[in-house]
């Protein structure tokens, strides 16, 4: 019987960008992954994808400073590790959230991974719009042309990460990862993305290698515990954000008027869009106005606190403000109140 879908997934499941992800998105990811983060006690977050010299996209930082703000909220200790190019973006996303710029440059030369992980000794290791290796070595944009230069190999972060939980399969040494031969303890990874070429699709290759010649070639083969679809990335980390504010009982995502200020504090520093390659305030092609909505629709849904298998218009009336008919009792009129923050 197949799972039904949460009111989350069919938001994270929108395509506007005709990327074709319906082929490998699995419903009740973004979920999942936030199981497995509650209770994270130290994690380390990687994001940003250079599409060419000094041109970081718009895509990644927003959505990991989003989640990486909701888990420190919880209680975690939560830092972020990206290659120098994305610094000015993340470190203008965290601070137009409010929070402090905990970002870690990742080194060139052999051995980095196993010492970072050593250092940081990760609970938890999330990637949201990371290039992933491809079966053969390289890093691969969506076109099939390589940004191995531009962006540095973090990769090797989750394939030196150690086994998977208890009960599932050791993880398999991936060619051309220094250290790989060295598993580390566990560590509990989320792979975040929205075409294939990320860290974590690997858990998905299958299905990306019957979409064409295309995508065999440019699929990445790392794989994470947890791999969260959208048809934007940065939407995969606000689904994780919105379920965990679910399950925690509080109001974790942000809201549509932060989340324009985030995307432009982004462009300010630096960052352009993926797809136009434009220093504009866009992701992936999507106006502002697009994305605001979404947070927006997103809301709704976290706020209602609603169960895998209800519809998005129970939802939105249970969000929206209480009537005042003859059909509402006091006592279902203070409930309503009581959830909205």
């Not at 010299?53 to 200790?77: I, N």
């Not at 086994?163 to 580390?184: E, F, N």
């Amino acid at each position: 019987m197949a799972r039904p879908w949460d009111p989350i997934d069919h938001l994270l499941a929108l395509d506007p960008g005709g990327r074709g992800v319906a082929a490998f998105f699995t419903p009740g990811a973004a979920q999942e992954a936030a199981r497995a983060l509650l209770g994270a006690r130290r994690v380390l977050i990687t994001t940003g994808f250079a599409v060419a010299a000094d041109a970081p996209e718009t895509d990644g930082p927003p959505g990991a400073a989003v989640l990486g703000h909701a888990l420190s909220v919880l209680g975690a200790r939560v830092r972020y590790v990206t290659d120098p190019v994305n610094v000015p973006i993340l470190t203008s996303a965290l601070t137009a959230l409010g929070q402090r710029a905990d970002v870690v440059v990742y080194p060139e030369g052999d051995g980095v991974a196993p010492a970072l992980l050593r250092r940081e000794r990760p609970t938890h290791m999330i990637a949201i719009e990371r290039p992933g290796r491809s079966r053969e070595g390289d890093y691969l944009n969506a076109g099939g042309a390589s940004v191995a230069a531009w962006n540095r190999p973090i990769d090797e972060l989750f394939v030196c990460s150690g086994i998977r939980q208890p009960g599932s399969v050791p993880r398999r040494p991936v060619r051309g990862a220094r250290g790989s031969d060295r598993p580390l303890s566990h560590v509990v990874t989320i792979g975040v993305g929205d075409g294939g070429n990320e860290i974590g699709m690997g858990k998905v290759r299958a299905r990306l290698r019957r979409l064409g010649p295309l995508m065999a070639r440019i699929a990445a083969v790392v794989e994470t515990d947890h791999l969260v679809v959208a048809g934007v990335s940065n939407w995969g980390a606000y689904g994780i954000v919105a379920a965990l504010g679910r399950l925690a009982g509080q109001t974790l995502l942000h809201t549509p008027e932060v989340e324009r200020r985030v995307i432009e504090a982004c462009v300010t520093a630096g960052a352009i869009d993926g797809l136009s390659r434009r220093r504009e305030a866009t992701v992936d092609g999507l106006g502002l106005d697009v994305h605001t909505a979404f947070v927006r629709l997103l809301q709704v849904v976290a706020d209602s606190g609603i169960a895998a298998g209800s519809g998005i218009m129970e939802a939105a009336s249970r969000s929206a403000p209480p009537s005042t008919s003859p059909r509402s009792s006091p006592r279902s009129l203070s409930r309503r109140k009581a959830t909205r923050p």
